[in-house]
């Protein structure tokens, strides 16, 4: 049996993941700190499975890895991280610790143990600054080996970005000054689904359906984004983690096949409900990004291909949301109160 450690195994991805891991078998440790909303039954179905253990703790502090067994484990997810965009702008220190010393302690870590490949999720935030700064120049889909950079360092939203960055950096510095190439970068793009929070647009979209919001406001509307459903993102994580091809590599993950625009998101996610749409077309906000979309040949010819369309992926979202809006929403909790 294999024995895997997810980081943030609590957390959106994490959780899929680790529920997944199970499923195949796998011995699942989690380390998290156990943040989020977590009364619902998948939750429960991974943290009292017979092969899940539990640690609680904080990745910026050495004592968290005093818990962990040594060489044990075959495959190290690392996907801890202080995310939403308003923690960003609130609490900026806190989210550039996690990803940036968090990093870095997990890597001290996993340079010290006989076995063990790790992943890392970076991010499609990555890329942001160089969008910026190449303009209409910046390629899109956009391959992997596109430079990355910041274009304003005194903008706090680049706590979260430039802990990506820091750390890819920080696995090529392992790499050759450690001799270290056990680990793979990953950049996922606009991924979804159950559990994912409520600042993400299918998120917010569904809980404005949810509250039967009329007119609806969609602010720009034309913007482009590939959708990526989050069974996708973890069938291309596994793959690309028990790959021999990744060592030392980096690659996009993302569904490069339906890019759409925001109006026509909200249109299909009104189909999925069944409802029909009052919209109110309001401006873009300044600095909205117009077109996402990665290029993942690379991750391709791995043999890789979409499982979920972002129609499938919609429904089984948007009917989660329904089924646990009680208890996962904060209006939700509110009306129980």
């Known amino acids: 049996m294999k024995k895997v450690l997810v980081t943030g195994g609590a957390g959106f991805v994490g959780l899929h993941l680790a529920k997944d891991l199970l499923d195949k078998d796998y011995e699942v440790t989690i380390i998290d700190n156990f943040s989020r909303p977590n009364d619902d ?16 703790g904080d990745i910026t502090s050495l004592n968290t890895f005093q818990y962990l067994q040594k060489d044990y484990y075959d495959y190290i997810y690392h996907l801890a991280a202080f ?13 550039l610790k996690t990803g940036v010393i968090g990093t870095i302690n997990v890597l001290d870590w996993v340079v010290n143990q006989s076995k063990g490949k790790i992943l890392f999720t970076s991010s499609c935030e990555a890329y942001a600054g160089t969008m910026k700064v190449m303009g209409r120049k910046f390629p899109i889909p956009t391959p992997e080996e596109v430079p990355l ?8 939203r680049w706590s979260y970005g430039v802990g990506k960055l820091t750390s890819e950096v920080a696995f090529n510095c392992y790499k050759h000054g450690r001799d270290f190439d056990r680990f793979t970068i990953v950049r996922p793009h606009n991924f979804f689904g159950p559990r994912m929070g409520f600042e993400h647009v299918v998120a917010q979209f569904i809980d404005r359906i949810i509250g039967e919001e009329s007119p609806f406001k969609i602010y720009g509307g034309k913007e482009t984004r590939s959708f990526n459903y ?3 993102v973890i069938d291309s994580l596994i793959m690309i983690m028990e790959s021999e091809e990744t060592n030392g590599e980096t ?18 996610l009104f189909k999925v409900a069944n409802k029909k749409p009052n919209f109110e077309v309001l ?7 117009k077109r996402r979309c990665p290029n993942i040949d690379k991750l391709r010819g791995l043999g890789y291909d979409i499982i979920y369309s972002t129609e499938e992926g919609l429904e ?22």
């Open 83 to 95: 995310n939403g965009t308003a923690n960003f702008y609130n609490h900026p220190v806190e989210v």
């Open 283 to 289: 401006p873009a906000p300044e600095g909205s990004v």
């Open 230 to 232: 989050i069974g996708n």
């Open 149 to 156: 950079s910041i274009d304003d360092v005194k903008n706090v």
């Open 251 to 268: 690659y996009n993950i993302g569904n490069d096949k339906e890019e759409m625009k925001i109006i026509d998101l909200a249109k299909m």
């Open 41 to 56: 039954e998948d939750f429960r179905k991974v943290t009292q499975h017979e092969n899940c253990k539990s640690v609680r």
């Open 316 to 337: 089984k979202t948007y009917r989660w949301y329904v089924d646990n809006y009680d208890w996962y929403s904060i209006k939700g909790r509110r009306d129980q109160k």
